[in-house]
């Protein structure tokens, strides 16, 4: 391990308080590849935090580099707005072709902006617009994104604390067994929705993630998922699925709620969807949703040639046929037979395991000793982060592309770390 200590000078002088991973990870990052990371001194680190899951095929993927170097060094046209170039008619057919067609989905695209708290916006925006009516049901532990709308239906007291101005018109409701099983599914919010004196005023839509990435990767079953769907179908509700962190192949198949057999009313994509951590986001919805009028919503950003480059070779690279689902649901099987020797070996720990495809979080009873594992972690090579309403969950969100090995070497890594921070 080298001794010499980074140069961190500029950015704890200059740099907004507000920055966050570089505490954890206190070394100054030069490049990177596949599922490697590498700081200025050369030292190498297994990366299991990919982007927070928007490098679901790893670093400087070659088959998505190679797209955009030529695309660059051809002249290609970078910014956009929303105007038609060849680079975004390729995505859509890519993402027509590859991705909706085969699954029976009925959707419109629409490219909202940047980042995912942008859809998230454009979303929320949308099943207002369509409903007339101003609330939106959320879930305890949900996090959408940063941005005042997408705060207002997240469960997370810090960040929204950060707002500064009230988060109105978003109502929580218990996520997936959030109760322990001790009253049925949805009973308080149906009733809530049939009750005139329960002061809830009709929503306009429900928004849900099917795996809770930030808030401690708890994962929503397929029944409940269905049962969800079906109450909205009830009560004139429109359903939003964020598959921001769990879409692109995260949990197996391309979306995360294809599994339980639903189709949402609208599906927000972003992270993973360019393929090579470009800023890149969509709002997906019925036919029949598409109420804007042109220009009601916009962004400067929201035509970001490169990413449709990246986006349209990773849809050609790994979404032709089923063979990465397969391989993440094979590679998830790894990761969760590893996790649950962990477990085991520290009965008293009282830790959980929780996942689907290849995210997965170890849940700790004391939340310092999650902290701890990661920062050992770090110290010994790998990248994973925390999460959870109290930073209680060790989350590993490894690349898709990782391979047997390399997986191998980073579950033997955490478990180091969980044994060596007794």
Not at 22 to 51: I, N
Not at 67 to 89: C, F
Request: some cysteine.
């Amino acid at each position: 391990m080298t001794t010499n200590q980074p140069d961190l000078s500029v950015f704890e002088t200059l740099e907004s308080e507000v920055r966050s991973y570089c505490r954890g990870w206190p070394t100054v990052f030069e490049r990177a590849q596949g599922s490697h990371l590498h700081d200025e001194d050369g030292r190498s680190y297994l990366d299991f935090f990919s982007g927070a899951g928007s490098l679901n095929y790893g670093h400087n993927n070659p088959a998505l580099k190679r797209a955009l170097v030529d695309y660059l060094e051809g002249d290609g046209i970078t910014h956009s707005l929303d105007m038609a170039t060849t680079t975004k008619r390729a995505f859509l057919r890519a993402f027509q072709n590859l991705v909706l067609s085969p699954r029976a989905l009925p959707y419109k695209v629409m490219f909202p902006g940047p980042a995912g708290t942008t859809a998230v916006e454009a979303a929320l925006k949308l099943v207002r617009k369509v409903k007339g009516r101003e609330a939106v049901v959320s879930f305890t532990n949900a996090f959408h994104g940063m941005t005042l709308g997408a705060l207002a239906v997240t469960g997370n007291a810090l960040k929204r604390a950060g707002a500064g101005v009230p988060l109105v018109h978003g109502t929580p409701m218990p996520f997936d067994r959030y109760l322990d099983g001790r009253t049925p599914d949805f009973l308080w919010f149906e009733r809530l929705i049939e009750d005139q004196g329960s002061g809830l005023d009709k929503p306009a839509a429900v928004i849900v993630e099917t795996v809770q990435g930030e808030g401690g990767v708890h994962v929503a079953r397929s029944p409940w998922l269905r049962d969800l769907a079906g109450l909205c179908h009830r009560h004139d509700m429109l359903l939003i699925v964020d598959d921001i962190q769990m879409g692109c192949g995260r949990t197996g198949a391309f979306f995360s709620f294809e599994e339980a057999g639903i189709t949402p009313d609208v599906v927000t994509l972003s992270k993973s969807i360019s393929g090579y951590g470009l800023p890149m986001s969509l709002c997906l919805f019925r036919p029949e949703l598409d109420v804007w009028e042109p220009g009601e919503h916009n962004g400067t950003f929201r035509g970001s040639n490169p990413a449709f480059v990246t986006a349209t070779a990773a849809l050609h690279t790994y979404w032709t046929d089923d063979g990465m689902e397969k391989q993440t649901r094979l590679r998830g099987e790894q990761v969760e037979q590893a996790l649950h020797a962990i477990r085991d070996e520290h009965p008293r720990l009282g830790a959980e395991v929780r996942g689907r495809g290849l995210v997965w979080g170890l849940a700790f009873a004391d939340a310092s000793r999650a902290a701890a594992v990661a920062r050992r972690a770090f110290e010994l090579g790998l990248l994973v982060e925390t999460s959870g309403p109290r930073d209680e969950v060790v989350k590993l969100l490894p690349a898709l592309t990782v391979a047997p090995q390399e997986l191998d070497e980073g579950l033997r890594i955490l478990a180091r770390s969980v044994r060596e921070t007794g």
